[in-house]
């Protein structure tokens, strides 16, 4: 391999893709609006694949260390995956770039040619975006070699057409179970971290800087915003943001008492054939009489204790399959009988089985329980102790999602809005055809480019007028009954 001959290629790409850049600037005016959207996503796959053969020759160079002795530098060529410390200041120097996006850049690529060779052959062939690859590398942070080629082979396949939101997400639950020991070695390092930090900011104010567990920040989130909502019903003049600050600084300082609701989805391992060689142990869940279970498709809350026999026996019911080959997924015992693993919460990160299982016993915390399949994360039924029928519906609607909806976006559901995927009339107002979108990409939604279909199990599909898909994956997925294939109006 020849460095002149490799550079003069680099060369040559780097002409024709300014040379196309200079064509669209003179001369792309004629492209109506959808046809610049697709190029746009075109030449990303070519930004992907440069990428990509740039962590690659990143990689390479970082594997040779450089120590200085009396006789002057002295190289030693370690395996790809080693990292000098000195590669993330040259790699800077080179290119240009801080060296903080240097340094992602180094290791990167270093990570992907050690622990993710799958990875990274999506990012050389355009399919993959470097920062889904970041995601993918950061959330199996702690595990071994071993570990992570075994999560390569199952997440690399269909990254590129999961939303990118849910990556950090999809590939937690998959690490968690092919190396359950490592991931919860690596919580308790993590959480060590913990810290809280004041920097001077404008006249009169402070920059205030907390890093803390996922679950204490849910909770003092969730009481922020509910006595931030009493502040403004008071004072009609204090904005959104001036509020939440005020009731901070009161919580943080003052004996006030606030009730906050939490819902968690709470993992449970639900019936399923057993592999060999396993053991199968049934478990009795405990539900209140009180407790109350939300259809999935028409949003009729209905008490347990009404419930027929048959049903309340299948809620009451599971099995759970260990394999005394393989490291179990980390449990944590809520009541006899009862185990959940860790959970997602949309918008903060996710929670340790653990923290889960305290938060339910003891946190002063109205929480509602969302019973899910502890290894593909479907909804089975939401419980909680006073739902009125319409509020029923979107918070069911609102467990499922997650966040909005649209391909990319963050944004938690609590904060969005209820809309129907096929407008109504047309469409029935049942969660089978609502879907949260925030108030921005609600607007994109009705200007008609990219169309939305919804799934039974909670998919949802956009199109572009090209033909163009884009697939987001619901928070937590629902179980379709052959009842409710044709949902009545709610």
């Known amino acids: ?63 040779v260390e450089v120590r200085l002795s009396g006789d002057g530098p002295v190289e030693r060529v370690h395996p790809v995956g080693y990292v000098d410390q000195m590669a993330a200041s040259l790699v800077a120097l080179e290119a240009g770039l801080t060296e903080g996006l240097a340094g992602r850049k180094v290791h990167l690529g270093a990570a992907l040619g050690e622990r993710f060779p799958l990875v990274r052959d999506r990012v050389l062939a355009g399919d993959v975006a470097a920062a889904t690859a970041h995601k993918v590398v950061d959330a199996c942070a702690g595990l071994d070699v071993e570990a992570c080629g075994r999560v390569d082979a199952e997440v690399a396949g269909r990254l590129s057409e999961l939303d990118p939101a849910q990556v950090t997400a999809h590939v937690r639950r998959v690490a968690t179970r092919v190396a359950a020991d490592q991931v919860a070695a690596q ?57 939440r600050a005020d009731a901070f600084g009161d919580l943080l300082l003052r004996n006030v008492t606030v009730s906050a609701q ?33 259809d999935a498709y028409t949003g009729e809350e209905t008490r347990f204790a009404d419930l027929p026999a048959e049903a309340q026996r299948l809620f009451q019911t599971t099995t759970m ?25 949309p918008g903060l990160g996710w929670v340790d089985a653990a923290t889960v299982a ?3 016993k003891v946190l002063p915390l109205d929480v509602a329980r969302a019973v899910l399949d502890a290894e593909t994360g479907t909804l089975a039924s939401l419980t909680t102790s006073a739902y009125r029928p319409n509020k029923a519906m979107r918070d069911f609607v609102a467990t499922r999602d997650g966040t909005c909806r649209m ?43 990219w169309r939305p279909r919804l799934d039974p199990d909670g998919t949802l ?30």
Not at 14 to 36: F, S, Y
Not at 55 to 62: M, N, R
Not at 271 to 291: I, K, L, M, Q, Y
Not at 462 to 490: C, M, N, Q
């Open 187 to 243: 919580v308790a390092k993590t959480r060590r971290s913990r810290t809280v930090e004041v920097r001077p900011g404008p006249d009169g104010l402070t920059d205030v800087y907390a890093l803390l567990p996922t679950a204490t920040v849910a909770a003092a989130w969730a009481a922020t915003e509910q006595l931030a909502g009493e502040y403004r019903g008071i004072d009609d003049t204090l904005t959104l943001s001036e509020a």
């Open 407 to 449: 391909w990319g976006c963050t944004r938690r559901a609590e904060y969005t809005d209820l809309d129907h995927t096929r407008p109504w009339p047309g469409g029935v107002t049942s969660p089978t055809d609502l879907a949260c979108l925030c108030r921005r990409h609600h607007r994109l939604k009705q200007q008609g480019r």
């Open 262 to 294: 939490v819902t968690l989805g709470v993992p449970v391992v639900t019936d399923r054939p057993a592999p060999e060689p396993s053991v199968v142990e049934t478990v009795e869940v405990p539900w209140a009489d009180d407790d109350t279970v939300i």
């Open 1 to 63: 391999m020849n460095r002149g001959q490799l550079s003069s290629r680099i060369a040559a790409v780097c002409a024709e893709v300014a040379a196309l850049g200079r064509e669209l600037a003179e001369h792309g005016r004629g492209l109506d609006a959808v046809e610049c959207y697709e190029l746009a996503g075109e030449l990303q796959t070519v930004v992907n694949a440069a990428e990509g053969a740039q962590g690659v020759a990143a990689a390479l160079g970082a594997r």
């Open 358 to 360: 305290n938060l339910l």
């Open 461 to 490: 599909t956009w199109t572009s007028p090209s033909g163009t898909r884009r697939v987001t994956e619901p928070t937590h997925r629902i179980l379709p009954t052959a009842a409710a294939t044709t949902p009545p109006p709610f």
């Open 321 to 345: 399959t260990v394999d005394p080959d393989l490291t179990p997924t980390p449990m944590a015992q809520v009541a006899p009988g009862f185990a959940v693993s860790g959970t997602q919460l």
